[in-house]
């Protein structure tokens, strides 16, 4: 390899080794480098919010590999107001408009709070994906007075940070008052409250309850005065100082950000500078998912693509492949893209123990790593039994009820997948019950992309148009032979460019019953669109 590759060659082990040059130049102690993500409990965590954790998590790895003890942070931000009620969510949770999600109750009834609910399912993706985390608490961390200091210094200079707010975006709220939002003590909302004035000696603040602009409509305050004792967690910071101090409270060297937040970020970083007097984290900005449409995957807008749902049709690990392959650049996504990461992953596994060629032994180093790293440095001793996952659909589908397991098991044999004596083991029994679960709400198939001859897409065309009027299976088996005799294409080339696109493998099933089982419009769909790809 022409230049030295760091750790296991992938941006995580680079990053790492940026994040400790930067700390040793700054003189600060390499004993522990904690990561940071952030957790939001106002709506559905969307999958995007398990990048932040991810890829945190990726360098919080790589600096361990690098003999650095790390660990990250996972700070959920419960004391935030609910500023619109997630699509999905009953409307009887608007009266809760402003209120910290972690005083509203549980519109599911099965968590304390209706925050705790939320946060709660991002924690449970944390885990099926092996992401191992400290989790903060915001409630917890006022209560307990862990941003105390912080957020003294922070009031006490409270016309510094409005005049940095005002610098970097042009914002002047915070000119006029104070970085906290009281929660009324008459109403319990949050964000209705101004903070007029801070009382050092008694570390309180002086508010009104006088209504506040949310996403567009105006939220009607109570018009209570009082004041809020900061010590006793009877408010919080804003957005324009809250990472400044957990920053520093928690001694942050590193934490990625989307492009959303990018303001927050450059805000908060003079902040932690300029006022906290603490060199703020290293950073890596990351951009959205975004839908088919274009529009980014929102909690709030009814988008929203949970990692919950991709762990019903793919496993946690080509999940993380999704997250961790890629750092920057905008991304459209939906649940129909499942297929494809779960065969990349498979072939990464194949590049992994030396089944498939990398083009070159840098490109071999990347893939091994980022293998690695799906699998949280914690990656398999052999290699698992891969089936692709049209193929897999189509056995459960022909499967007859009561004895799926041992129909699929005797077809893997005679495709070649399983020795004569090998039976199902746990991976396959999980890749079954993903393709169940994909024939019970998709009929989708996901093509794979193929380079087609002009002979090839004419024998396409025309077997699409015979797809069209015929149902029986052998037929259609004798069609395929016919349009690529009438082309001139040699059979066992045209077969296997099929196999590929809708299969995603060389060689099948007879593809006459497969593309009745699997659905005419279905197969008809996707030939189209491989030839409009091709």
């Known amino acids: 390899m022409s230049e030295e590759m760091i750790g296991r060659g992938t941006w995580y082990d680079k990053m790492a080794a940026d994040i400790v040059d930067r700390e040793r130049k700054l003189g600060r102690s390499l004993q522990l480098i904690r990561t940071e993500m952030g957790l939001g409990a106002s709506g559905f965590p969307h999958i995007g919010s398990l990048g932040d954790a991810s890829r ?77 985390y400290r989790y903060v608490s915001a409630l917890d961390a006022y209560e307990k007075g862990l941003l105390n200091k912080e957020i003294e210094t922070l009031l ?12 970097e975006v042009g914002q002047e709220r915070y000119t006029e008052v104070l970085p906290y939002f009281p929660i009324c003590g008459n109403c319990g909302r949050i964000y209705t409250t101004k903070a007029l004035e801070y009382l050092p000696k008694e570390n ?18 109570c018009g209570f005065k009082g004041e809020a004792n900061v010590a006793r967690a009877e408010g919080k910071l804003s957005w324009k100082g809250e990472f400044a101090a957990r920053w520093r409270a928690l001694d942050i060297r590193f934490e990625a950000y989307g492009k959303d937040i990018e303001d927050s970020v450059r805000i908060n970083d003079r902040i932690c500078r300029e006022i906290l007097c603490f060199e703020p984290p290293s950073h890596a900005r990351y951009e959205m998912f975004l839908d088919k449409s274009g529009r980014k995957i929102s909690k709030s807008t009814g988008n929203v693509f949970t990692s919950q749902v991709w762990f019903r049709y793919g496993s946690p690990q080509s999940l993380l492949l999704l997250m961790l392959k890629r750092f920057v650049g905008t991304r459209t996504l939906n649940v129909t893209d499942i297929p494809t990461y779960v065969n990349e992953l ?3 596994e194949d590049v992994y123990f030396g089944k498939k060629p990398a ?11 980022l293998y690695e790293y799906c699998w949280a440095l914690k990656p398999p001793q052999k290699p698992s039994v891969k089936v692709p996952f049209n193929l897999m659909t189509f056995l459960v589908k022909m499967a007859p009820k009561g004895s799926g397991e041992e129909f699929i098991a005797e077809k893997l044999r005679g495709y070649g997948y399983l020795q004569k004596s090998q039976t199902l083991d746990d991976s396959l029994r999980r890749r079954i019950e993903y393709a169940s679960n994909w024939i019970k709400d998709f009929e989708e198939i996901k093509e794979t992309a193929v380079g087609l001859s002009s002979a090839e897409k004419a024998a396409m065309a025309e077997l699409v148009e015979v797809l069209k009027g015929e149902d029986d299976a052998e037929k259609i088996q004798n069609a395929i032979f016919n349009v690529a005799k009438k082309r001139g294409l040699q059979l066992g080339s045209f077969f296997k460019s099929l196999y590929m696109i809708l299969l995603g493998v060389p060689h099948g099933p007879r593809l006459g019953p497969y593309l009745v089982a699997m659905g ?4 008809i769909d996707a030939l189209q669109r491989a030839l409009s790809k091709s």
């Open 204 to 221: 309180k603040v002086t508010y009104v309850c006088d209504g506040m602009e949310i996403k567009g409509k105006w939220l009607e305050g």
């Open 359 to 369: 083009k070159d032994e840098r490109e071999l180093v990347k893939l091994r790593g």
């Open 56 to 132: 945190s998590f990726a360098v919080t790895l790589a600096l361990k590999d690098q003999g650095y003890g790390s660990e990250l942070i996972a700070f959920c931000d419960d004391k935030d107001g609910l500023r619109k009620v997630p699509v999905g969510l009953p409307k009887s949770l608007e009266k809760y408009l402003g209120f910290p999600v972690s005083s509203i109750p549980d519109p599911f009834g099965c968590h304390e709070s209706y925050g705790r609910h939320m946060s709660s399912l991002l924690l449970d993706a944390l885990d099926k994906c092996g992401i191992e």
């Open 520 to 523: 005419k419009q279905n197969v």
């Open 156 to 167: 006490l200079n409270a016309k510094k940070v409005g005049e940095i707010v005002k610098e």
């Open 346 to 348: 498979d072939d990464l």
